[in-house]
Nanobody
Framework: VQLQASGGGLVQAGDSLRLSCAAS????????MGWFRQAPGKEREFVAA????????HYADSVKGRFTISRDNAKNTEYLQMNSLKSEDTAVYYC?????????????????WGQGTQVTVSS
């Protein structure tokens, strides 16, 4: 499956952004999806994940209550709604797809990755 992430940008602290990840090439609903991020000089970290049906989600503690992951299987797209953004949310955000019905949180459990979209939050 090919993944194309979009929606990043430069915003101020407290603002909102919605990231999208469009999938193509295989049946989207067969894949659990996730978002990861990587800040300069840091390792890639888990942000949020959603099961194939969208019925189960999981979030990193650092974004819980501020970010919401969702998916639209009819549109082959997953989303990450990011509210109350903080400067520490600045990173390149990657979407990922894992061929499993379970929610996944570890990078090596995902099979496909998008190219990343930059999110910069100024304080």
């Amino acid at each position: 499956v090919q993944l194309q992430a979009s929606g990043g940008g430069l915003v101020q602290a407290g603002d909102s952004l919605r990231l999208s990840c469009a999938a193509s090439g295989r049946t989207f609903s067969l894949f659990a999806m996730g978002w990861f991020r990587q800040a300069p000089g840091k390792e890639r970290e888990f942000v949020a994940a959603i099961s194939r049906s969208g019925g189960n989600t999981h979030y990193a503690d650092s974004v819980k209550g501020r970010f919401t992951i969702s998916r639209d299987n009819a549109k082959n797209t997953e989303y990450l709604q990011m509210n109350s953004l903080k400067s520490e949310d600045t990173a390149v955000y990657y979407c990922a797809a894992g061929y499993t019905r379970l929610v996944q949180t570890v990078p090596n459990q995902f099979d496909y990755w998008g190219q990343g979209t930059q999110v910069t939050v100024s304080s």
